[in-house]
């Protein structure tokens, strides 16, 4: 089942942080990471993931570094920072009261059918 | 790898590279996003498609190019570290204000110059350059490094030996102006050693010993030339390029001590300097005019109040310098303690943003080059501060920005134009290698 772009946009970021938060990653890998744990529920433009890792490193939320030699392939792969962490913490408690307060009004409304 | 290069991927890439009007991030964005085609390419490959239908599930999986190079401009788009830059221009306009009331009290009457006029045209000029280097990719630096050290030893030599001595010291006579090479040779100096220095490897017996040349050349060079400041000025930046560098404890005391050691006797060569020494450690010896100076400059602040006296300094209780080094008394004696405060906790946050710009800089060259240009401008300002409240000898050293002269602010301001550079590209880890 594909789900709508709006409510994919607003969760990329904790994704993305979530990931890092457990291991050091690269572009490629994350989109591989998220398609396989979300049962291939998350899948959207890979090019598109690339603005979202710049503007966290922008804000300092995560940085980069590339690993390789030179000549053959280099990847980029970013760790998240404590600042990134900290805003991960705050991202998630947000998501836990958001989608309670979701569950509690559509489960109310599936008592009301019954 | 079935595939090194292929003209759609590079097309695609190139596509979205197009909409990033920063054109120094595109080597990055195009290594980062090639790996992740190519990456694609490979999974589709391995799964028994041909190349072509891989390349296009690919290139279609990463969404319309256009799209993604906006977004990335929108990120890469140029914020100028701001706070290191208003700071500095306060600190200019403060300067010029200063220079503005010294002239209008008719406390500068020995030379024939109007030193506002002059000090906005400094500022002018100063404001270019700083815009210039800015713009400027001061990775371009790197790949100059040893130019700009064998160069600046030349001319150091060259004015030395036929250079006219102002106040025993030489000055680069360039027809309209004259530079005080001297006293600017430790940022030169500082620039290029951050390139030379970056990866130097210190536990090798010999390149320790070219490493310790390297160093020890401009300092005997500036000694020559007369500045005992500028040579600890110098000091002190060669050894924190040292520390950035690597170079372990023991190397850098050594160096330390060999440093101090060619120092100490070389102010034992230039009496009116131990003079000034003598009187710093003992004030009651009026041996020299630094007495002097020191009682007028003590006489200036003690006078001052939390708001100032206002411009009623009159020019009999004036030291020499008062635009220059002595600034900072002017200024504590007119605008009062409360504007110095503010001043100099403005000091303190220029130097913390600078530091922050070190940390975050990925390029090893970047963190090298700043750590140099934050011990000039803290030695600069702790020095010329505590020399004018009587707690540091007497010395030509100016308040950055502020002091009266050519040399200092435009100076200054390249080192600001450079940091300001760097900012600008702090994601780039890259090196620029030359061809």
């Not at chain 1, 994919?8 to 942080?17: A, C, E, H, N, Q």
């Amino acid at each position: 089942m594909k789900v709508n772009k709006e409510l994919l946009k607003g969760s990329t970021v904790i994704l993305v942080l979530s990931l890092l938060n457990r291991e050091p990653m690269y572009g490629y890998k994350m989109i591989k990471e998220i398609e396989k744990k979300s049962n291939g529920v998350f899948m959207f433009k890979e090019g598109t993931l690339y603005p979202i890792l710049h503007s966290l490193e922008a804000d300092g939320m995560i940085e980069s570094y590339w690993l390789g030699n030179e000549g053959s392939r280099q990847r980029k792969y970013y760790r998240i920072t404590n600042k990134g962490s900290n805003c991960l913490k705050e991202r998630e408690l947000e998501w836990v009261t958001f989608r309670s307060a979701v569950d509690k009004i559509l489960t109310g409304e599936a008592y009301a059918w019954l | 790898m079935a595939l090194t290069k292929n003209a759609r991927i590079e097309a695609y890439i190139n596509d979205v590279c197009s909409q990033i009007k920063f054109r120094e991030v595109h080597p990055e964005i195009k290594l980062e996003l090639e790996a992740h085609i190519h990456d694609i390419v490979n999974d589709y490959l391995s799964k028994d498609f041909s190349e072509d239908e891989a390349v296009d599930k690919a290139i279609a999986q990463m969404g319309q190019a256009a799209i993604v190079g906006k977004q990335l401009n929108k990120i890469h788009k140029a914020k100028p570290e701001w706070s290191i830059l208003s700071i500095s221009l306060f600190f200019v306009i403060t300067g010029l204000l200063s220079m503005f009331f010294i002239e209008k009290q008719g406390l500068f009457t020995t030379t024939p110059i109007h030193i506002f006029i002059c000090s906005l045209v400094y500022t002018i000029i100063g404001v270019v350059i700083t815009t210039v280097l800015y713009l400027f990719d001061y990775r371009k630096l790197e790949l100059y490094s040893k130019q700009i050290y064998l160069s600046t030893i030349l001319i150091l030599v060259f004015v030395i030996i036929f250079g006219q001595r102002v106040n025993g010291k030489p000055y680069l006579d360039l027809g309209l102006i004259s530079i005080d090479i001297v006293k600017i040779s430790p940022i030169l100096f500082s620039i290029s050693l951050a390139g030379i220095l970056k990866k130097w490897i210190w536990n090798k017996p010999k390149k320790f010993f070219q490493g310790l040349l390297l160093c020890v050349i401009p300092l005997i060079l500036i000694l020559s030339g007369g500045s005992i400041t500028a040579s600890i000025i110098y000091t002190m930046t060669c050894i924190t390029l040292m520390i950035v560098s690597g170079a372990g404890k023991r190397t850098f005391l050594l160096m330390l001590g060999l440093l101090s050691g060619m120092i100490i006797p070389a102010v034992t060569i230039y009496p009116f300097k131990l003079a000034g020494l003598i009187e710093f450690i003992n004030p009651g010896s009026q041996t020299f005019s630094n007495g002097y100076i020191n009682n007028q400059l003590s006489l200036l602040i003690n006078s001052s109040g939390p708001f100032g006296q206002g411009f009623t300094l009159k020019s009999n209780i004036m030291p020499p310098g008062l635009h220059t080094e002595f600034i900072f008394s002017y200024m504590v004696f007119t605008f009062g303690w409360i504007a110095i405060g503010i001043l100099a906790a403005l000091a303190v946050i220029f130097i913390i943003r600078m530091s922050h710009v070190a940390r975050i800089a990925k390029n090893n060259y970047a963190k090298m080059l700043i750590s140099g240009f934050i011990t000039i401008f803290v030695i600069q300002f702790l020095w010329n501060i505590l020399m004018n409240l009587g707690f540091a000898p007497i010395s030509e050293v100016d308040l950055p920005f502020i002091s009266f002269g050519g040399s200092q602010l435009i100076f200054n301001a390249a080192m600001l134009g450079v940091i300001s550079s760097i900012y600008r590209r702090r994601n780039i880890s890259q090196t620029l290698i030359g061809s």
